[in-house]
């Protein structure tokens, strides 16, 4: 277990101990720390500047400064040499696993033509799939806010814990994504900002995606969170798949007008859209219950179309260990992808969904007809309206 606060190393060390969260807050509050002060330490991997402070948790913990950098995963700059210099010393310590997978037989709960529903832990799932077997990952875990899921899914663990577990399905992620192949989680950029790092350590970056968080509430303190995190990385150094995306010019809802001058460049613009960029704000939430397959947390048609469209060919295999409504599923049946997946909690809503596709593909094809040009029809029809050029005006007689 590697530790990502020190607050959740102390709360480990109160459980080894074997004595209550009340005695060692009394441990504290003895020594002047109060439990609100022991509370800021929730969102840090450091020790505390003030002397008494860190005299107090060093005590409590009965470990010394090194072994409790080396507990938060930082090897301080004095000692990397010598952690080099020891690399074979510690490895055998570690005694290092061999990390080989055994493969159980696996029963899928459900299947279409192209694809196989598993109801299951995803990480359990995972180490019966074989190495190297996916084209294309695509991840939307549970954000541990506190929600409430089916029975089984704690959604409100510590920091470390959320961020080990993050870490042990992301392992089998990378194990079983093929060369070339391409993972995106989605996420807080806050859990992005571990995962990416984590990542890096293992394939290539690619992409930060800030896919635009729609209606979100303003946090005290903070700039307003106007973000999810779409990561992206290939395993090797070369992408095996890469689908230029366009979109249409964004314009004002209300006259038409483009809301970027492109200056000189009208001429220029390919009718078929503008090159799709890192940041996307043309993704909504699907909200209305109409459009919804379950009360929470449903990503949209087009997020997916986007994605998958992007970084595979028909045939390819995609795998999403989160399955949730299925929206992944849906639209990588749509889309003439094999695919693989996983949910924990309920199916029901999921196997409904690939039973009846004709509101999945009403949505696919709403997405089709909003791209693939500059302009939407009625977009163009505004901007006629308002006097702004349209592409015909630069077309070649
Ligand atoms: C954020 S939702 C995914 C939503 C999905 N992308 C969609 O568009 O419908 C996360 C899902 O992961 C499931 N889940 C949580 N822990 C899991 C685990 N260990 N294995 C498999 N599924 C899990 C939850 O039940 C939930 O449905």
Redesign the pocket.
């Given at each position: 277990m590697r530790f990502f606060s020190i607050y959740d190393l102390i709360i480990s060390k109160t459980h080894d101990k074997n004595i209550t969260i009340n005695e060692m807050l009394s441990f504290f509050s003895a020594r002047k720390i109060s439990k609100a002060t022991l509370i800021s330490l929730q969102q840090t991997s450091f020790l505390p500047d003030k002397p008494a402070f860190k005299n107090a948790v060093i005590d409590f913990l009965g470990m010394n400064e090194l072994e409790i950098e080396l507990a938060m995963g930082h090897i301080p700059a004095e000692y990397r040499e010598s952690y080099y210099e020891n690399i074979s010393h510690i490895a055998a310590l570690l005694q290092k696993s061999t990390g080989d997978n055994v493969l159980k037989d696996l029963e899928p709960l459900f299947e279409t033509d192209l694809g196989k529903l598993y109801k299951?832990?995803?990480?359990e799932?995972m180490k019966g799939l074989p190495n190297s077997c996916m084209d294309l990952i695509f991840a939307?875990?549970?954000?541990n806010l506190g929600k409430t899921?089916?029975f089984g899914?704690n959604?409100n663990m510590t920091m470390s814990k959320y961020i080990n577990w993050t870490y042990e399905?992301l392992d089998q992620c990378i194990r079983i994504l093929k060369p070339g192949g391409r993972i995106f989680i989605?996420n807080l950029p806050k859990w992005g900002t571990y995962i990416a790092t984590y990542l890096g350590e293992q394939l290539t970056f690619w992409d930060w995606i800030a896919v635009d968080m729609k209606f979100n509430l303003p946090i005290q303190n903070r700039l307003y969170p106007a973000h999810y995190a779409l990561v992206s990385f290939i395993k090797g150094v070369k992408a095996q798949t890469y689908h230029n995306q366009r979109m249409p010019l964004q314009t004002c809802r209300h006259c038409g007008g483009e809301i970027k001058d492109y200056g000189g460049y009208k001429a220029k613009m390919n009718p078929l859209g503008v090159n799709v960029s890192d940041v996307w704000s043309d993704i909504y939430p699907?909200r209305h219950k109409n459009s919804k397959?379950?009360k929470?947390?449903?990503?949209s048609v087009k997020l997916?179309d986007r994605i998958i469209s992007m970084s595979t060919n028909e045939g390819d295999i995609v795998f999403?260990?989160?399955?949730?409504?299925?929206?992944?599923f849906a639209v990588a049946q749509m889309l003439n992808r094999r695919w693989i997946g996983?949910?924990?909690?309920?199916c029901d809503v999921i196997v409904k969904r690939l039973k009846n596709p004709a509101r999945d593909k009403k949505q696919l094809d709403k997405v089709r007809e909003e791209s693939g040009c500059l302009f939407t029809q009625k977009v163009e029809e505004l901007r006629k309206k308002n006097g702004f050029w349209i592409c015909s005006d630069y077309e070649e007689n």
């Open positions: 299951g832990d995803c990480i799932i939307d875990p549970p954000f899921y089916d899914i959604d399905w989605y699907v397959n379950r929470y947390n449903e990503l997916l999403d260990p989160f399955g949730g409504s299925g929206t992944t996983c949910e924990l909690g309920d």
